[in-house]
């Protein structure tokens, strides 16, 4: 099948299996930063936002959501541009393997664009769909509560 | 790799007209379709075009469009009724990420035993909305009860009164990431610290959901110092089967004594 789709802002057809999931179809087209973990809707690693909602792309047919609006990591920032969130991720330690960064990082971009200052059991919900094997989650929630402070500074001042 | 159809309808004719050919499926959220045999089914029938979106509140009536996700429910729930059931069951059903990807019309019409939307439509005496070969409202448990309903027909929506009685849910999982073994949901019409009635329902058990008549019984009409929170545990008689998500005897133990901390905590504004 051929479908076209808005990824990171961008227009693009893709060439999928009718019974492909999105997270095959993304990553056989170059999004590799969307990663491939578990493929039953447990562990978060494969996270994206559509039409700004994160959910787990490989529990999403391709073909269901062609026009949809599709984010990955690479969307809301990278090497050059990185977004606050993922700056205070490399800050407060949170990354180890990096294999779950960028499904916490949607997650959290989520969260912080509907509730800026989230108290701290809002935060554990909104990661509720993430899994982290290496850090555990304590330098995670601390990144997180550090990028909402940073992102409501950068409000006050804009 | 299958080979598969996919029919994009825009009008609800159009989508009951089209379930009619063979081994077509609806597809709503996606998420108990992924892992099935796609090799016996020759398509999908998307219905995420059809005006199900919907919400919509009239009085104390409140209907949902069969296409509203759990995090859909939740959110405009609470802004009408912070202590109703439905939210209380669903505001940590599975988690964040696939309540924004589950709907109504595919948990309802595919009740697994691990639902946990069911015991609250039932308490709250929900409807069911259908089109196609069954037209019009049904009954929650008429519709779990009779196969023949789900047959060539789109669940459109859910239709249920705004209630205040006072109202529990009980999740029984291991770790946050679990589908619970069982869920229990109470509903119970306190008045001058007597109890006039209740609703108590069960799901996951053998029969997929149990009415709890005997502690409903029990409470009717009782004054709440009077109730005995050991003998609820010992009213309770259901069965569970599988092994998948709990041993079924540790959950047929569990069950009750659950229930009677859930009871004592509403009673007790705990
Ligand atoms: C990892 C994981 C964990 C989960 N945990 C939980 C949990 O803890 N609690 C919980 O309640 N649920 C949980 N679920 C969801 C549950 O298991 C089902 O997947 C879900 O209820 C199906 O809804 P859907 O919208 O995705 O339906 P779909 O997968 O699209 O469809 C399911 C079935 O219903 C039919 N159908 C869909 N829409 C309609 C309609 N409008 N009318 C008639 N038929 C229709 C389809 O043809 C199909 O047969 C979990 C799912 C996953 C993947």
Redesign the pocket.
């Known amino acids: 099948m051929k479908g076209t789709f808005i990824i990171n802002g961008q227009s693009k057809t893709m060439d999928f299996n009718s019974d492909e999931r999105l997270v095959i179809s993304l990553r056989n087209n170059g999004y590799t930063e969307v990663k491939n973990g578990c493929l ?3 562990c978060g690693a494969c996270m994206i936002l559509l039409d700004d909602m994160p959910v787990h792309s490989c ?1 999403i047919f391709t073909a269901s959501v062609q026009n949809k609006n599709i984010t990955t990591i690479k969307g809301i920032g990278d090497l050059h541009l990185p977004h606050i969130i993922q700056e205070s991720f490399v800050e407060a330690g949170a990354v180890q393997c990096g294999f779950c960064s960028p499904g916490f990082i949607i997650a959290t971009y989520a969260l912080l664009k509907k509730n800026p200052n989230p108290t701290e059991n809002e935060i554990k919900q909104a990661i509720d769909g993430n899994l982290c094997r290496c850090t555990g989650y304590v330098k995670i929630i601390d990144a997180i509560k550090n990028a909402s402070k940073l992102i409501q500074k950068e409000r006050v001042h804009s | 790799m299958n080979n598969l159809n996919w029919y994009f309808p825009k009008t609800i004719k159009e989508a009951t007209d089209l379930i009619t050919k063979e081994k077509v ?10 892992p099935r045999n796609l090799d016996k089914i020759n398509g999908f029938i998307n ?1 995420s075009d059809l005006p ?1 979106h919907y919400f919509k509140k009239e009085n104390d009536t409140v209907e949902f469009g ?2 509203n996700t ?1 995090a859909n429910i939740v959110s405009k729930i609470y802004e009408i009724d912070s202590e109703n059931i439905l939210l209380k069951s669903l505001q940590t ?3 964040t990420p ?1 309540r924004n ?3 109504i ?6 009740a ?1 035993p ?4 069911i015991g609250a439509l039932i308490v709250l005496d929900a409807k069911i909305l259908l089109s196609g070969e069954n037209n019009g409202d049904f009954p929650i448990e008429k519709f779990l009860q009779n196969p023949k309903l ?1 047959q060539n ?4 929506g859910i239709k249920f009164n705004l209630s205040n009685w006072k109202s529990f849910s009980y ?1 029984n999982i291991r770790t946050k990431k ?3 073994a069982f869920h229990i949901v109470a509903m119970l019409k306190i008045e001058n610290e007597i109890i006039q009635d209740s609703k108590i329902i069960i799901t996951g058990t053998v029969n997929r959901f149990d009415k709890i008549i005997e502690v409903e019984n029990y409470l009717k009409n009782r004054k709440i110092d009077d109730i005995e929170f050991s003998q609820i545990e010992k009213l309770v008689d259901v069965k569970f089967t599988g092994k998948r998500f709990s041993d079924p005897e540790y959950s047929q133990k569990l069950v009750g004594i659950e229930l009677g901390r859930g009871i004592k905590k509403l009673v007790r504004n705990l």
């Not at chain 2, 499926?25 to 992924?34: D, Q």
């Not at chain 2, 691990?114 to 939307?117: E, K, M, R």
Request: proline share 4%.
């Open positions: 039953e809707g447990e529990q | 499926l609806f597809h709503a959220g996606g998420t108990a379709l992924l219905l199900l069969s296409m759990y059903s599975a988690d696939l990807r589950i709907t019309g595919g948990s309802i019409a595919f697994p691990w639902s946990d939307i789900k027909s789109l669940v459109t999740r679990d589908m619970p």
